[in-house]
């Protein structure tokens, strides 16, 4: 082959090459939003009448096995949301579970790809719990994990419209994030504090299901090993 006729054919398929890396990444990143340079958001397409069947199954179950005190709860919080280290929602074979637990994994990893040119962690881990708000219920000003921990914090909107929100404040800025069926949130903890708006509707509760993922070592530098395999990988 000629030396012109090779070049033009190896320089064809290195643009191929990283025509394939661009639209690779694109793919990775599909549907990701990022506000603010914090707060990422993802829709996806989960079964929400079968996830939903399951929570409200999971509630009655939650407080009928891990509710000590009956009274266990203050109107600014959710009893499922106060239990949540007696139990790990994703490790419950029920229906719509297995699906929700593949789409928080990959839209993490999407995030952390995005957030880092190296990951830091090899190793993450998640604890998941449920937030069902009855009418009035709410949940105040918080956070996550302090910074040094490097965990990340998100919730998946199962049952929020048509009028709830989360709202951030992160460096003196506020942020709210109007809640959608089927979307993901997502964002580093401990640079912010965030709250869940009043939930109005008389007829039905506001369904999300909340997690934190914790690179492996922070886990065991924590010392709390009692609780360790309440955790499992992601
Ligand atoms: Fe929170």
Redesign the pocket.
């Known amino acids: 082959m000629h030396f012109k006729q090779w070049f033009s054919t190896a320089f064809f398929h290195l643009n191929i090459f990283a025509l394939q890396q661009i639209i690779k990444y694109n793919i990775r990143m599909n549907n990701i939003n990022l506000y603010s340079d914090f707060i990422y958001t993802r829709k996806v397409d989960l079964d929400l009448e079968e996830l939903r069947t399951t929570s409200h199954f999971m509630y009655q179950f939650i407080k009928d096995n891990f509710q000590e005190n009956k009274d266990d709860f203050d109107g600014q919080k959710t009893v499922t949301e106060l239990l949540y280290n007696k139990y790990n929602l994703l490790l419950y074979p029920l229906p719509g579970l297995h699906k929700l637990y593949s789409a928080i994994k990959e839209t993490f990893h999407s995030c952390i790809q995005h957030k880092y040119i190296e990951e830091p962690y090899q190793d993450y881990y998640i604890q998941c719990w449920l937030n069902l708000y009855n009418k009035g219920q709410f949940?105040d000003w918080?956070?996550?994990g302090t910074k040094d921990f490097d965990s990340w914090?998100g919730?998946y909107c199962l049952d929020v419209e048509p009028n709830s929100s989360t709202t951030y404040r992160v460096n003196d800025l506020q942020l709210e994030v109007k809640s959608e069926n089927n979307l993901i949130v997502l964002s580093k903890s401990g640079e912010d504090l965030?709250r869940?708006s009043e939930w109005h509707e008389e007829n039905r509760p506001r369904i999300t299901i909340?997690f934190d993922i914790v690179p492996a070592i922070k886990l065991m530098e924590s010392g709390n090993y009692q609780n360790l395999n309440h955790w499992i990988p992601i």
């Open positions: 949940i918080h956070t996550h914090h919730f965030h869940s909340a």
